[in-house]
């Protein structure tokens, strides 16, 4: 294993450890998989599933050999994050129009996002090298995740979580995890700016998306989707797009599936950012060599609120490698899809539902054909940000078309059966 630019092609040793390369570009883990046998990881894959103590009971640590083959065993850390659901709901398939569609419910998390899956492989990263304060800056679903995993091995988490536009929820779990929880008046991107220019002097090991063993481990997640359909993937695979660390991360999981022969062919990448947040999809629109960030994003889906994505460059290898494509949605879209979600029994934070709102939306465009089949990526749980749901169903939020108020009545049997 190394560590490896793509902007410059310069390699690094693991004990050479760094989050950027000396010319600036983001590093990613380098794997020779030449001496695996995909046939016999796909036995020890399914063998897995049947664990239920073990490290390898955990659905990101069943592909170890995958993620981090190097990685002694007693350093392995675990709450048997993944396992999460792969669902099917006739209401969202009918309000997207495609003929089959799944919904991959990564809320189901311990943490309640995504998250899990790499943050599980950053931390215990951290923890080998003997570190002992872990750090990021976040909009709330890294902070929890990171809190959660340092609480877990009796570590020090220090977050970093700007003033304006996050989900209180997510921070009030942070807090209850034990990190010090550092709230300063700025935006994300300005927070990881930080983070990358003074982690030395203060001690800290970050833990955000810069973090190349944050991608190895949300590798997991379409390893896990591929594995549940028997090694047949759809035709797209849906992400919603803050930071971008996820897109990455799914399209290096599907590099790697390919080049095994664990899939015959490669689905196609849809990437939905938030219209007040979407400063990848107007690149990809504009064919830009080069993003513009957005210095004031505004959304409703706190998770998507980031102008200035770090990833943008592995995303858009992504794109290229899979065909794929981006979509930008309203709030309101995001937010009634959401309701349809909730209503399906699965629920997801605002930011999960933007992957149904933009299929929907290149489904009407004609970019994607109703016989064709999706996995919409569900990133957080539906307690995520409570107040979003107060708004939409409680106060008669603009453009509500599926609120469900809370009805009052006396208990009175005449009343009650007008309701």
Sequence with gaps: MK?????????????????ACSCGGLLEVEQDFSRLDSDELKRSFNQRLSDRMSPYASGVWRYKELIFPELEERHLVTKYEGNTGLYQ??????????????????????SGSFKDNG????????????????????????????????????????????????????VLQTVAYGAKVIAFDGTYDQGIA???????????????????????????????????????LPDWIVVPGGALSNVSALGKGLADLYALGFIRKLPRVALVQAEGASPFHKMMSNKQDTLQPEPHPNTIASALNIGHPPSWKKARQTLRNTDGITVSVTD??????????????????????????????????????????????????????????????????????FANPIRQSALDIDQIITL
């Design 194 to 232: 930080f983070l990358e220019k003074h982690h030395p002097e203060l001690g800290l090991y970050i833990c955000n998306s810069i973090n190349p063993f944050r991608i190895e481990g949300q590798k997991s997640i379409i390893y896990e989707i591929a594995q549940y359909l028997q090694w047949e």
């Design 119 to 170: 943050m599980v492989v950053a931390v215990s990263h951290g923890k080998s090298l003997g570190l002992d304060k872990f750090t990021c800056t976040s909009t709330g679903n890294t902070s929890s995740s990171l809190a959660m995993y340092s609480s877990l091995i009796d570590r020090q988490a220090y977050v970093f979580v700007p003033n304006q536009n996050i989900s209180l929820n997510k």
């Design 332 to 401: 309101e879209e995001i937010l009634n899809a959401k309701a349809i979600i909730d209503q399906s029994g699965i629920g997801c934070e605002p930011a999960s539902a933007s992957t149904v709102a933009g299929l929907k939306k290149l489904h009407a465009s004609g970019e994607i054909h109703a016989d064709e089949t999706a996995v919409c990526i569900l990133t957080g749980h539906l307690l995520k940000d409570t107040e979003v749901l107060r708004k939409y169903h409680l106060e008669n939020a603009r453009g509500a078309l």
């Design 3 to 19: 560590l490896h630019c793509n902007d410059c092609d310069q390699r690094f040793e693991l004990s050479e450890f760094r989050y």
């Design 89 to 110: 709901a006739d209401k969202v398939t009918q309000y997207t129009g495609l003929r089959k569609i799944w919904l991959k419910c990564q809320s189901e998390n311990p």
